[in-house]
T-cell receptor, first 112, second 116 residues
Framework: GQQLNQSPQSMFIQEGEDVSMNCTSS?????WLWYKQDPGEGPVLLIA?????ELTSNGRLTAQFGITRKDSFLNISASIPSDVGIYFC????????????FGTGTLLAVQP | GAVVSQHPSRVICKSGTSVKIECRSL??????MFWYRQFPKQSLMLMAT?????????EQGVEKDKFLINHASLTLSTLTVTSAHPEDSSFYIC????????????FGDGTRLSIL
């Protein structure tokens, strides 16, 4: 199936550091979403972006919808141990189906 | 708000058994539900899209006779893995989306299926 290119694949950082990850696609999306998944659980929605160029924050998280509509990034500031998990971007196709295409994921490890 | 409940959370059963997984939207009406499969250390792969009262739309390569999907109400969809075999062992996750327009998908906590 189709997947988005997400980078980096993994990150190992110290508590307090800032983190940045991004997704790129050859396709245009109407919506970009960022999810976090903890082991053995389903993804939890972090931020939803609906307009090209949109910059949205949720606490220490900030995400942007790329102008070309083919990319998005997520920044986490002042990381804490509970930020550990796998972060997925997802592009939502338009039309009747509203299917999500997921990125390959970024594993984040935060050392106290 | 936007809570999706998935049951059971874990199933271990013998090869040849059929397994049913339920997905419920607890506090909203889900016009569309989605079923995903996730193998270890991989991303979520969409299996099928389910609209209430109509047949599910399966992604390429997903056997509709193997993975039966029923979406009988606006709050419940079920996935039945028929005659499961060890290669069907995976993490199955549902999501639900309410209404139209700018409504993101909200996910259940997944079902870990292990076929012996």
């Amino acid at each position: 199936g189709q997947q988005l290119n997400q980078s980096p694949q993994s990150m190992f950082i110290q508590e307090g550091e800032d983190v940045s990850m991004n997704c790129t696609s050859s396709s245009i999306f109407n919506t970009w979403l960022w999810y976090k998944q903890d082991p053995g659980e389903g993804p939890v929605l972090l931020i939803a972006l609906y307009k090209a160029g949109e910059l949205t924050s949720n606490g220490r998280l900030t995400a942007q919808f790329g102008i070309t509509r083919k990319d998005s990034f997520l920044n986490i500031s002042a990381s804490i141990p509970s930020d550990v998990g796998i972060y997925f971007c997802a592009g939502q196709l338009g039309g009747a189906t509203n299917k999500l295409i997921f990125g390959t994921g970024t594993l984040l490890a935060v050392q106290p | 708000g936007a809570v999706v409940s998935q049951h059971p959370s874990r199933v271990i059963c013998k090869s040849g058994t059929s397994v049913k997984i339920e997905c419920r939207s607890l506090d909203f009406q889900a016009t569309t539900m989605f079923w995903y499969r996730q193998f270890p250390k991989q991303s979520l792969m969409l299996m099928a899209t389910s609209n209430e009262g109509s047949k599910a739309t399966y992604e390429q390569g997903v056997e509709k006779d193997k993975f039966l999907i029923n979406h009988a109400s606006l709050t419940l969809s079920t996935l039945t893995v028929t005659s499961a075999h060890p290669e069907d062992s995976s993490f199955y996750i549902c999501s639900a989306r309410g209404g139209t327009g700018r409504q993101p998908q909200h996910f259940g906590d997944g079902t870990r299926l292990s076929i012996l």
